[in-house]
């Protein structure tokens, strides 16, 4: 299920080329910058997010200075692109595409697990159509760089290391053991903390059943395609 490594050509051309690390930086990218320009407005942040107390110490918590490296990482991220001659990231048409798939992705996955638990309805939260973006974008990048990226990716990277599959029922199973592993640690995960929801099997299953299926974006499609599905299923479920 792990991706093979990126070559020296340039990938095939078309909307439903597999996403690539380069590509993923800018694919990503209004999810990295729309979120770290809106949390310090908030209370809160997501809980996954490792990265803003440590760039609000750096500029010493002067806010301009915060947005103005921000928005210099978000350019970096750019011309990094640029430099590495993966330009066609950048087009319009890429980001339609992607937006259009994190939709059906979102969509398909809502339905999925309502079919297998029963109809279960994560929110509204009440937080604001400012907040309930703000916090959907940083779960979509953060959850997605910690669970499916980390955990899931190079715990399976490790785990294939430690053990590796001689045999092809193995090559299946392990990779597919660990996806369910994941999952149900990522649903857990929303009940731990000050701000953790109250257990119910229900919509632990339901999230799980949401875990596994951003597992499955993740191992077949990429980073990009997941982070805007989760995105646009937090926008779903808080804002709208």
Same mark, same amino acid.
């Given at each position: 299920? +792990? #991706?093979?490594?990126?070559?020296? !050509?340039?990938?095939?051309?078309?909307?439903? #080329?597999?996403?690539?690390?380069?590509?993923?930086?800018?694919?990503?990218?209004?999810?990295?910058?729309?979120?770290?320009?809106?949390?310090?407005? &908030?209370?809160?942040?997501?809980?996954?997010?490792?990265?803003?107390?440590?760039?609000?110490? &750096?500029?010493?918590?002067?806010?301009?200075?915060? /947005?103005?490296?921000?928005? +210099?990482? *978000? %350019?970096?991220?750019?011309?990094? %692109?640029?430099?590495?001659?993966? *330009? @066609? =990231?950048?087009?319009?048409?890429?980001?339609?595409?992607?937006?259009?798939? *994190?939709? %059906?992705?979102?969509?398909?996955? #809502?339905?999925?697990?309502?079919?297998?638990?029963?109809?279960?309805?994560?929110?509204?939260?009440?937080?604001? =159509?400012?907040?309930?973006? $703000?916090?959907?974008?940083?779960?979509?990048?953060?959850?997605?760089?910690?669970?499916?990226?980390?955990?899931? /990716?190079?715990?399976? !990277?490790?785990?294939? &290391?430690?053990?590796?599959?001689?045999?092809?029922?193995? !090559? %299946?199973?392990?990779?597919?053991?660990?996806?369910?592993?994941?999952?149900?640690?990522?649903?857990?995960? @929303?009940?731990?903390?000050?701000?953790?929801?109250?257990?119910? +099997?229900?919509?632990? $299953?339901?999230?799980?059943?949401?875990?596994?299926?951003?597992?499955?974006?993740? =191992?077949?499609?990429?980073?990009?395609?997941?982070?805007?599905?989760?995105?646009?299923?937090?926008?779903?479920?808080? $804002?709208?």
């Amino acid at each position: 299920m +792990a #991706r093979a490594a990126t070559n020296s !050509k340039e990938p095939p051309s078309g909307p439903l #080329r597999t996403s690539d690390p380069w590509s993923d930086l800018v694919l990503t990218l209004p999810m990295f910058v729309g979120y770290h320009l809106g949390v310090v407005f &908030l209370p809160v942040r997501n809980a996954a997010d490792m990265v803003t107390r440590e760039l609000v110490a &750096l500029v010493e918590h002067n806010m301009a200075a915060y /947005g103005g490296l921000t928005l +210099a990482i *978000g %350019l970096a991220y750019v011309l990094l %692109l640029g430099l590495a001659g993966r *330009g @066609h =990231a950048l087009h319009w048409q890429r980001f339609a595409f992607i937006a259009a798939e *994190g939709v %059906l992705y979102a969509v398909a996955m #809502r339905m999925s697990a309502s079919y297998v638990v029963g109809r279960v309805f994560l929110g509204p939260v009440p937080m604001g =159509a400012f907040a309930g973006t $703000v916090m959907s974008f940083g779960a979509g990048f953060y959850e997605e760089l910690t669970f499916r990226v980390l955990f899931f /990716g190079g715990g399976l !990277k490790l785990l294939n &290391l430690a053990y590796p599959a001689t045999t092809a029922l193995r !090559k %299946l199973v392990v990779p597919a053991g660990w996806a369910v592993l994941t999952a149900a640690v990522f649903s857990g995960w @929303h009940y731990v903390g000050a701000f953790g929801d109250p257990f119910e +099997a229900q919509s632990f $299953v339901f999230r799980a059943v949401c875990g596994l299926a951003f597992v499955l974006i993740y =191992a077949f499609r990429g980073f990009a395609p997941v982070v805007w599905t989760h995105t646009i299923y937090d926008l779903w479920v808080m $804002v709208f």
